[in-house]
């Protein structure tokens, strides 16, 4: 078969089936009596061949290599073709997400977009100083799309940056509020932390809606932030988390010192006293000892008879704690 047809046949160009011949991946194996390439059959397939493990990404190299070397294995070469061709599709997502940002800013002209981008670059820089320049510049230029400062607040290790992103977020309005709460959502336990720490951050009525629903939220540390800042806030939704929080000693003097602001309201006073109280049946004098800690700030007669009670507890530092409490309150 001449090189025309082949060509038509096989979809290679007669241009590329030379430049094979002059490489040595296919030599056809005759000649006409004009001199004319002609192949066989068994040059036919090796040419599909060829096109096959080209399709995969192999260069002409590998592909020579491949066919030639009677030993060859193809995984090794299979697995190196997947980690490059991740790596490729990374690099092209990390393009397109850029361009998305870029284009997102809607930037009027040239400058624009050159300030855009090194905002970008300065957010991904390794060193922290860069990132915290970035994110507090980032509320005087509002060129940085909110998508960018959500991520880059969630992946953020250092504290310091940490809170510029946080506090650049809070100055952007509710619009990163349903990226938080996506990220409330993470397989990843510090990301769902730093979403709910962000989202604390935002004075909005969104946010605080955002907030009880946090208080389900199967991840003690994300329930706690939630009810400490609703604690805060004034919203007595957030009693049965903080209580929760004493009995279990997480953060929890933070979570007595909440519960004192919202028993500052009467209505809510007595709630708190009870719930405080009807723990106290855990039996586990550490726990009792903090619910004593954190009756000491709730008005009114019902913390005031558990801690009379407390004070003559069996175990001597609960006991000696709630009296020390009882002296500090005097008489109510």
Known sequence: MLIGEVARRSGVSA??????????????????????????????????HIESLRSLGLSLREVGYALDDAGFTPSELVDDLIRQTRERIAGETALLTRLRRIGAAEPAGWEDVLQIVALLQALGST????????????????????????????????PHVAGALRWALAQSGGGALPLLAEGLGSPVAEVRRR??????????????????DALTHPDLVVRGYAALELGARGVPDAVPTLIDMVVEETLDVDAADALSVLASCSASADRIAT??????????????RRLAQALADIPGATAGRALAELSCDGDRTVALTAAYVLGLRGPR
């Open 275 to 288: 719930g405080l109280v009807d723990r106290l049946a855990t039996g586990e004098p550490s726990a009792r």
């Open 127 to 158: 060193s922290a100083g860069t990132r915290q320049r970035a994110a507090l510049s980032s509320v005087e230029e509002g060129s940085v799309p909110v998508e960018t400062l959500v991520e880059a607040a969630l992946r953020e290790a250092d």
């Open 195 to 212: 979403a709910v720490r962000t989202i604390v951050e935002i004075p909005d009525g969104e946010a605080t809606v955002l907030l009880r």
């Open 15 to 48: 241009r590329m089936l030379r430049h094979y011949d002059a490489l040595g991946l296919v030599r056809p194996t005759g000649r006409t009596d004009g001199g004319y390439r002609e192949y066989s059959g068994e040059d036919i397939r090796r040419i599909f």
